[in-house]
Structures are given as C-alpha cells and as structure tokens.
T-cell receptor, first 116, second 113 residues
Framework: AQKVTQAQTEISVVEKEDVTLDCVYE???????LFWYKQPPSGELVFLIR??????QNEISGRYSWNFQKSTSSFNFTITASQVVDSAVYFC?????????????FGTGTRLLVSP | DGGITQSPKYLFRKEGQNVTLSCEQN?????MYWYRQDPGQGLRLIYY???????QKGDIAEGYSVSREKKESFPLTVTSAQKNPTAFYLC????????????FGPGTRLTVT
C-alpha cells in the first residue's frame, strides 16, 4: 500500500527564518512520483514540484528547495528566508503504478504560519 | 485565462437532499478528478475520469455520483446516502501527456445540516 506521512501538523516561524517540512513515504513501487502542493487560505491547491523516483538530484527554485532521499524514503521541502505569503498548508503526495499514476495519495498536510 | 472553475464557493443544504457541485475547465485537459478534504486530513479521491463518458471510483466513492458528458465538465452529485457530506470539495484536471500534474480549482465548501 502507498502511504505519505507528514508528521508536523503545524509549524510557526518568524519571517526570514528557514523552515523544513518533512515528508516520509511508503511504496512498493520502484517507479513512482512525489509531489508538493501548497494550499493558501483561499483553498485552491497550487502545484509546486514533481519528482520521479529515478531522479534523486536535489532541486532549488528561488527560496524553495527539495531534498529527495530514497534511502530514507523522504522528500523534504525547505523554505529559505520565509515570508508571510508562505503561510499555507503544504501537502506532500505520491503516485505510482500500483494504484495508478493518476491517483495521488496525499499526506495530512503541514500548516505553516509565518509571522512578521 | 485558462483554469478550473467550481461554483458556488459555499453551499448549504438540508440533510436528505441531493446536491450537485459544478466543475468546469477550459484547459483542454483529458482527465478530471474530484477530491474531498476534511479538517486536518489530506485529500481523498472520490471519482476520476480519463475520457468523456468514462469514469472510475476512487477511494471514497460511496454516496457520490458523477457524469462526464463533455470534456470540460465533470459535475459531482452528493446524494443523501453519503453519511457525512459536510466537507471541502476540490476538482482537478490533468493533461494526458502530463497526467501526473493535476491542476486544482478553488473548491466548494458544502455544509449539510
């Protein structure tokens, strides 16, 4: 079975602090995709990144960076120099052939509160 | 502008009534999806459709029904058989070539009393 665990329910930081959101996944598939989505207070989910299981290279996009480690089944997300606009719920998700690539399995989300 | 629209943003119904949530996309995407989100929980897949006139049950399809008569539309009906219908409902779509990138609508918050 596929499962995504986001153990951090809520994180509070002060603006300009760095923050890391943890994501641990379980799957028996050898080929799979991992995702991060952002859900601002408006409710709409915003796609942030997709990573396939064969690409363990870390990625950086502006203040965002992702650390994918197959050895620990983790796909952590770091925001550098956080801003108030980063306040949102962040979801990690997984898809694979076992349940169909179209079906995303989501974690329970981490609520990030960035105060000025 | 291309995107996904869901209407209305907030919906209130009495227990025992069926209610239909609208989802329209003008992204020319082949696949469409319905998710349910409850407080403190992740999204759970209700139904999805990869082509017109075809759809599959997700993980929590009981008490829901869908139709896909047009490529751009995928309405969800919450029936009276759904035990706990109060939730936030999100519609998504994806392109067949990049099916793993799902784009989400703004959601409909349904309250049943």
């Amino acid at each position: 079975a596929q499962k995504v665990t986001q153990a951090q329910t809520e994180i509070s930081v002060v603006e300009k602090e760095d923050v890391t959101l943890d994501c641990v996944y379980e799957t028996r598939d050898t080929t799979y995709y991992l995702f991060w989505y952002k859900q601002p207070p408006s409710g709409e989910l915003v796609f942030l990144i997709r990573r396939n299981s064969f690409d363990e290279q870390n990625e950086i996009s502006g203040r965002y960076s992702w650390n994918f480690q197959k050895s620990t089944s983790s796909f952590n997300f770091t925001i550098t120099a956080s801003q108030v606009v980063d306040s949102a719920v962040y979801f990690c998700a997984l898809s694979g052939p076992n349940t169909g690539f179209q079906k995303l399995v989501f974690g329970t989300g981490t609520r990030l509160l960035v105060s000025p | 502008d291309g995107g996904i629209t869901q209407s209305p943003k907030y919906l209130f119904r009495k227990e025992g009534q069926n209610v239909t949530l609208s989802c329209e996309q003008n992204l020319n995407h082949d696949a469409m999806y319905w998710y349910r989100q409850d407080p403190g929980q992740g999204l759970r897949l209700i139904y999805y459709s990869q082509i017109v006139n075809d759809f599959q049950k997700g993980d929590i399809a009981e008490g829901y029904s869908v139709s896909r008569e047009k490529k751009e539309s995928f309405p969800l009906t919450v029936t009276s058989a759904q035990k706990n219908p109060t939730a936030f409902y999100l519609c998504a779509s994806s392109n067949r070539a990049r099916y793993y990138e799902q784009y989400f609508g703004p959601g409909t918050r349904l309250t049943v009393t």
